[in-house]
């Protein structure tokens, strides 16, 4: 088990690597590099903007990746997110604030907020649509 959620997180922060993003919003940013980096796209900054519209899209392309292949082999997947909720940049932008937001109000922020973005993201899905 732990060296499937291995290789998901694998394929998942490759998939974002390949995104083409620059340095200060690589795949392996944290979650605390993530936050700056929205906060200074909210600001107005237009090269935060782009790499931060980058990083969400190669992170959803990377949950996309992960889920695909098994649900094309039939096997169990990560997480099972309702049909009518795909995956989509303004969806996945809320799904982070809100794990901010419950992170935050848990007081587990400080405990993640160096960890990489890609596996507090695979987390919080999991936790937030688990597979029956």
Same mark, same amino acid.
């Given at each position: ?11 998942? %922060? ?6 083409? %993003? ?18 200074? @796209?909210?600001?107005?900054?237009? /090269? ?6 980058y ?6 392309? /990377? ?6 292949? @098994?649900?094309?082999? /039939? ?16 969806? %996945? ?11 935050? @109000?848990?007081?587990q ?22 597979? /029956?």
């Amino acid at each position: 088990m732990l060296a499937r959620v291995r290789k998901s997180l694998f394929v998942m %922060l490759l998939a974002m690597g390949l995104a083409g %993003l620059a340095t200060s919003a690589s795949a392996n940013i944290t979650l605390a590099e993530y936050m700056t980096l929205r906060a200074e @796209a909210k600001s107005g900054n237009k /090269g935060a903007e782009a790499r931060w519209r980058y990083y969400i899209i190669g992170l959803m392309d /990377g949950i996309q990746a992960v889920q695909a292949p @098994a649900t094309a082999q /039939g096997a169990k997947l990560h997480f099972c997110m309702p049909e009518d909720l795909p995956i989509s940049p303004r969806f %996945l932008d809320e799904f982070i604030q809100e794990a901010i937001g419950r992170l935050s @109000a848990k007081g587990q922020l400080k405990n993640r907020i160096k960890q990489p973005m890609a596996v507090v993201v695979a987390l919080e899905l999991k936790s937030a649509f688990p597979c /029956g």
